[in-house]
């Protein structure tokens, strides 16, 4: 009788907290990058959706940058397990643990996965004096040239760093192309255009204006297939289509709080996110930046984390085998 006593006891405390959660106290989404990136974007366009469901809810962001998004990952692992401190990060989530073999955090274990938000298409692009004009023609040119050449990415574990990586273990040059690292995607791609540097790989959000106006030249998609309702970047072909097996590179975005906090309340973060996806103005915003809202099983934290924990894997293996780390 006295367990039975404790165990409703427990279950009217879970109910509590929910119906309670979140009260008076701001949640904070901390994002593990600098203001005014995609990242960031996201995170304060989901913060407005999300209060649309959370009665007092008021979202709040806080850039934690530096190291990769793990010190801002870090500090999210360490809060106070109450739903009122949150991550939200994009595919670096499972890039880390392959970059750095010192992590302060395990991925799979110190955080409650709460779902995925949105996935970012990634283009392969070329500085605008390359002589190709198609991907075949440009993968034989890589092949034939790639020691002469070089390719940049906006730093370590950054959405350019891990597609470019992952394209170049599946490509097979004869001789690697040196990597150029940036301090951001901006130097990165203003190198790019002026010439500079010879390829890069990055997000829509961050290519397809220079694509559009002719500034660089584009030459394939990352996603399993192109991406045919795109007003204009259906005309370019898939990796996978163009014989990369197996290649479908997205960079997603994720909602985590820190582990143990009580089941109660990432229900309630859940249901506020899941809404959030289907909100139509949160929607636009997500189009807008070029990104994909995500509809599918993934928005449950079981099937999130089933996903992050095969990016790990996928990742790994390709930064094993180039044999560089962060640490």
Known sequence: MKRLLVIAAAILTLVAQAQNF???KPISIVVPFTAGGPTDKVARDLGVAMSKTL??????????AGAGGTIGASKVARANPDGHTLLLFHIGMAATPALYRKLSYKPLEDFEYLG???DVPMTLIG???L???????????IRTNGGKLNIAHAGLGSASHICGMLWQAQLETKEAMTTIPFGGTAPAMN?????QVDVMCDQTTNTTAQIESGRVKAFAVTTAKPL????FLRYYPSLQEMGMKGFDLTIWHGLYAPKGTPEAITTALNEALKKALKDPEFIKKQVDLGALVVTDKRVQPAEHKKFVA????KIKTAVDASGKYAD
Do not use: C, W
């Open 127 to 129: 500085k605008p004096q």
């Open 116 to 118: 995925m938000v949105n």
């Open 131 to 141: 002589p190709a004009n198609t991907y075949r023609d440009f993968e034989n040119y």
């Open 22 to 24: 979140p009260g008076t």
């Open 55 to 64: 009665p007092g809810g008021n979202f709040v962001v806080e850039n934690v």
């Open 228 to 231: 045919s309702d795109h007003k």
């Open 310 to 313: 095969g990016e790990i894997q």
């Open 191 to 195: 190198a790019l255009v002026g010439g």
